[in-house]
């Protein structure tokens, strides 16, 4: 904060000025729709299908343990190195392109392209498994019993869902998802590989001003490293009353 506000300078005396934010305006507007676009795709894509396997994993039969461990397998993949498997698997002159059966037809620009793809899939495939994870930890426990209460009640299977299966996920539901959206905000990696040289994100965008040999430029890294910062903890909360709320019902 004391760097990008001009309250801690390289070189000269301290002034308190908004030239960082200023002068980078345009695209740190252009970056922050970018972040927001990532995270809020990510966390829907992974809340989504978290949640879908989740319902899978809680279901006692024989394939619980082999659904679990499939499940569980991207959980302890670093993001490097899952970004650096789906740019070899949807890059124009990836593994899916080739075992589309042809390189000679229009490929979509999935890797580097003007919408981020390649990053959402990433993250939607590294946290839906966390998600599924701890929404079936947190409902594992009691599910059976309140379903079997249900059921001699007369529930059907729509209404044990929509009453009893639903509720009880939704506090980790909602949790994994700010969490999700957080992380994926200020992620780097992911987007420095996959992502396009322009629009970046955030982070890349605060990391390649900060690594560029005009030193002039850390305070406006600094500003970039701020925002993201500030857009994290607005979400934060905004998002902590919704938890609660649900949580408590």
Known sequence: MLTATGLMPLAGQPRFSLDAFTSQAPDLLTSARESLLI????????????????????????????????????VPVAHIV??????????????A???????????????????????VAEFAWKESAFVALVITASVAPRL???LEAASMLGAGAGARLRHVTLPLAAPALYGTGVIVFLYT????????????AYPESLPVMAYRLFGSIDVTTRPQAAAVALTTTLMALGAAAASAPLIRRVSAR
């Open 185 to 196: 905000l200020g992620s780097y990696e992911v987007a420095w590989v996959l992502g396009a």
């Open 97 to 119: 392109r080739r075992a589309w059966g042809s390189v000679t037809t229009p490929w979509p620009e999935l890797v580097g392209g003007p919408w981020p793809v390649a990053i």
């Open 39 to 74: 995270s809020m795709s990510a966390t829907t894509i992974s809340a989504a299908v978290g949640l879908a396997v989740a319902l899978l994993l809680v279901r006692a039969d024989r394939l619980t343990r082999w659904l679990t461990a499939a499940a569980a397998a991207p």
């Open 82 to 95: 899952g970004a650096a498997s789906f740019a070899l698997l949807l890059s124009d002159s990836g593994i």
């Open 144 to 146: 059976q019993e309140y």
